[in-house]
């Protein structure tokens, strides 16, 4: 499940907002979420949360990219490559943008 997509609750005109289904705590050790557009090529993170429409949020969960699923950036830009798993994903950049992560610090990695 792609970060709460199945209990999406918060519904703006065409687009549902997605918010993380599992809560964490607070840790001043944990890196903020940020948008996957923003990572560099070899950063390893995982997914947190996105804002989606619904058909993008089953797309997403079909091509494995679930609910705190690690992965991979492979390639930053025009497409957005990530590696999940063996498999990897082209996303265009506006997709990338609404997609946030948490990066994995070298030690949880």
């Known amino acids: 499940m792609l970060a709460g997509c199945?209990?999406?609750?918060?519904?703006?005109g065409s687009e549902y907002v997605v918010v993380p289904?599992?809560?964490?705590?607070?840790?001043?050790?944990?890196?903020?979420?940020?948008?996957?557009?923003?990572?560099?090529?070899?950063t390893m993170a995982?997914?947190?949360?996105?804002h989606l429409t619904?058909?993008?949020?089953a797309l997403l969960r079909a091509l494995g990219l679930s609910d705190?699923?690690?992965?991979?950036?492979?390639?930053?830009?025009?497409?957005?490559?990530v590696q999940v798993r063996a498999t990897r994903i082209?996303?265009?950049?506006?997709l990338a943008r609404s997609i946030l992560v948490i990066p994995e610090t070298e030690a949880a990695a």
């Open 6 to 12: 199945e209990t999406w609750s918060h519904y703006r």
């Open 54 to 57: 619904q058909q993008d949020c």
């Open 21 to 42: 289904s599992r809560s964490r705590k607070a840790s001043t050790s944990s890196p903020a979420p940020v948008s996957l557009a923003q990572l560099q090529p070899g």
């Open 46 to 50: 995982r997914m947190h949360a996105a």
């Open 68 to 81: 705190r699923c690690l992965l991979r950036v492979c390639k930053a830009g025009e497409p957005c490559i």
């Open 90 to 94: 082209g996303l265009s950049r506006e």
